[in-house]
């Protein structure tokens, strides 16, 4: 009687033991897989994509701005982080018309790709617009500056503190969060949802892998990865499916080619020249 | 229908000149192939007609210009990129200035 009861209890144990560490497991398999997703594999220091930005007027693509993705290290006294700098500037003949002299950069953390400041300065044709965004991931604020230029010449600041989501980001790290995402594991038709900080106004963009297709390109012939790209509850990007992305089919997933679609027509962003990649 | 015509033409030709001078002159094909259309329209009416198409001079002369200048635009002008030195400024302004706001700031390397 006592031997079954010890042999009831000892065969007790050894199932809370089995079902702890199947418990244990799945939690160490989760963590893992999780932080295989969210780490940076793909952007690294140096890196310097350049890029001719067209717009289609009646079937006839006129060249307006050169678009420049650059990525380099920046050191603080604790940290070293990275700082992704997008700029745009308009060729030339289109000066006269309407200058464009774009800045966005983004100082994201190295391992994982999270933004703590953002920077957007921005001067079109005459108006001018600055914004910056300080992250606090712990209690999930951004404080905000807006910066704008008056008639007279003079600046006005407004500041403003805006409570964010825990995956939220600002548009220059989305970016490149997209191209750090494990495409080769999607089937077509997946989507991935990711919330965007512009204006102080958060965004829900979506991003589908369409499929797989190979496209010629300054670089050279590039079997890439189609993906569309829709904003949830905005007018910015038209259509459904109209608005593509094409990363190459490699580790460095290099954006060679966009078509976007908005509300005064369509556009393209053709790859020029890549150097500095990581793979 | 020849009055017509002639406005027409005269309305592309001079519609082709404005475009082919501007940095839109990619799109000045297609004012100048409307003028060409409507000037030779108007030749084959004047024939039947037997008078002397003297306004198609001015079409077809609006029409070689514009050509021309988009040709050459379309072969010799070559893509560049204005002034960027003020864009540099704000460049290195922006990353000091950025550098003293990541001093401040709480970073967690791991998050």
Not at chain 1, 154 to 172: C, F, L, R, Y
Request: with cysteine.
């Amino acid at each position: 009687m006592i031997k079954h009861r010890i042999f009831g209890i000892i065969y007790d144990i050894i199932i809370l033991y089995i079902s702890f560490m199947k418990k244990l497991f799945l939690i160490l398999l989760f963590l893992v897989c999780y932080q295989n997703f969210a780490q940076n594999k793909t952007i690294a220091a140096g890196e310097k994509l350049v890029y001719t930005a067209s717009y289609n007027m009646s079937g006839i693509l006129t060249d307006i701005a050169q678009v420049k993705m650059e990525t380099s290290e920046v050191k603080t006294s604790k940290n070293t982080l990275l700082r992704l700098k997008c700029t745009a500037t308009t060729y030339t003949k289109w000066d006269n018309f309407f200058k464009i002299r774009d800045l966005y950069e983004s100082y994201v953390s190295v391992n994982y790709l999270t933004p703590y400041l953002y920077k957007r300065d921005i001067s079109e044709g005459g108006y001018y617009k600055f914004m910056q965004y300080k992250y606090n991931h712990k209690t999930k604020l951004v404080q905000s500056l807006k910066r704008k230029k008056k008639k007279d010449g003079q600046t006005w600041d407004e500041n403003k503190s805006v409570k964010i989501g825990a995956s939220t980001k600002d548009i220059v790290s989305t970016l490149y969060n997209i191209r750090n995402l494990d495409i080769h594991k999607a089937k077509p038709g997946d989507q991935s949802d990711f919330t965007v900080l512009f204006d102080n106004k958060e965004t829900i963009i979506t991003v589908k892998y369409l499929n797989k297709e190979t496209i010629s390109t300054q670089i050279g012939s590039k079997e890439c990865y189609k993906l569309s790209i829709a904003v949830k509850g905005s007018d910015i990007l038209k259509g459904s499916n109209s608005n593509l992305l094409w990363l190459t089919a490699d580790d460095n997933k290099i954006p060679v080619y966009a078509k976007f679609k908005i509300p005064v027509g369509n556009g393209e962003l053709k790859i020029v020249s890549a150097s500095g990649l990581k793979h | 229908m020849k009055k017509l015509l002639i406005t027409l033409g005269f309305i592309s030709a001079i519609l082709a000149t404005i475009l082919a001078v501007t940095p839109l002159s990619n799109l000045a094909i297609f004012p100048i192939i409307a003028g060409f259309i409507c000037g030779i329209v108007i030749v084959f009416l004047s024939k039947k007609e037997k008078q002397k198409p003297k306004t198609i001079q001015y079409i077809f002369l609006l029409v070689i210009i514009s050509l021309s200048i988009t040709i050459y635009k379309g072969v010799f002008t070559t893509l560049e990129v204005g002034d960027t030195e003020q864009l540099e400024e704000r460049d290195e302004e922006n990353l000091e200035d950025s550098k003293e706001i990541l001093e401040g700031l709480d970073i967690d390397e791991d998050l």
